[in-house]
Each structure stands twice: as C-alpha cells, then as structure tokens.
C-alpha cells in the first residue's frame, strides 16, 4: 500500500474499447521515483484499487496485496485484544521497528504515531502503525504481529 500528496498532478484518461471501459491515470517521473520509494513496484503489479483519504492523499493499494491486508484487519482485531502490558509491550516493539528503518512519515502518520507513544491505542492509530511497520519492514512486522497473537493463544 502507498500513499503519496503534494506531488504534481495526475492525468486522468477515459478509455472504451467495446465493453472494456474504464479510466487510466497517468503519474509523473516525480510520482512514479516517490511511489517506487514508498514500495510499489510496478513491474510485478499492473493493476490497483485506488481510493482517497479523508485529508484527500490517494492511496494505491495493488491488488496482489488485498488478501494480505484483509489478513491484516483480522490480526488488528486481535492486538486490540490484547492486556494493556502486552499492548505497551508491542507499541514499543512496533516502534522500535519503525524508528530503526527510518521511515518517512506524512503528518497524519506522525500524529498516529505520537498517539501511539502516548498509549491511545485506538483501532486507527494501532492500524496506522501497523501500515507504517509493514512499509519499514514488511516481513519484520509480520513476525512481530504473529508472535503478540500467538502469546494470545497461549
């Protein structure tokens, strides 16, 4: 998932070809180098779900991820669950991650981050940093979010 803002704006084109219509949007150099830095590669992902935020970013979601990040929401759904030690417990490990990979955040990831440090661990700020850790280290996150639940079950 990417989203990027104040970036240069974007072409939108209308195609029909018979039954095949549709709309194609067009990135800059500038869009496509800042997206390839966010994580999207486009060689291996050609089509997107596109959707927009409430402070207007786009956000590219590749359809190869979709599964992956219903996974996601489920495992939300359990850290949530968790006691208010191994939620702190994870908050710190989660931003541990995130610090060491020196992610790059918007403002309205640096508030949910903040919020986060602060022990607001509600459903939006905890999904914020999830996404975030997924961009510093994908697989690391994972492994992180697999042995909090796991430690659930136990």
Not at 3 to 25: A, C, M, Q, W, Y
Not at 58 to 68: A, K, R, Y
Not at 76 to 90: A, G, Q, T, V
Request: glycine share 4%; hydrophobic share 35%.
């Amino acid at each position: 998932m990417c989203d990027f803002s104040e970036l240069e704006p974007l072409v939108v084109t209308s195609h029909e070809k018979g039954i095949n219509r549709g709309i194609s949007i067009y990135f800059g150099v500038n869009q496509i180098k800042k997206l390839e830095e966010q994580g999207i590669d486009f060689r291996n992902n050609r089509r997107f779900l596109v959707r927009t935020t409430i402070d207007n970013k786009v956000v590219l979601i590749p359809f190869s991820e979709i599964d992956f990040l219903l996974d996601i929401e489920d495992q939300l759904d359990r850290i949530l669950e968790l006691n208010k030690e191994e939620m702190e417990s994870f908050g710190e490990d989660l931003l541990v991650l995130i610090t060491k990979n020196k992610v790059e955040l918007s403002d309205q990831e640096r508030y949910s981050v903040f919020q986060f440090t602060k022990s607001h661990y509600t459903r939006y700020n905890i999904r914020n940093a999830i996404r975030i850790g997924l961009r510093a280290d994908k697989s690391a996150t994972q492994d992180l979010l697999k042995e909090y639940i796991e430690k659930m079950e136990e």
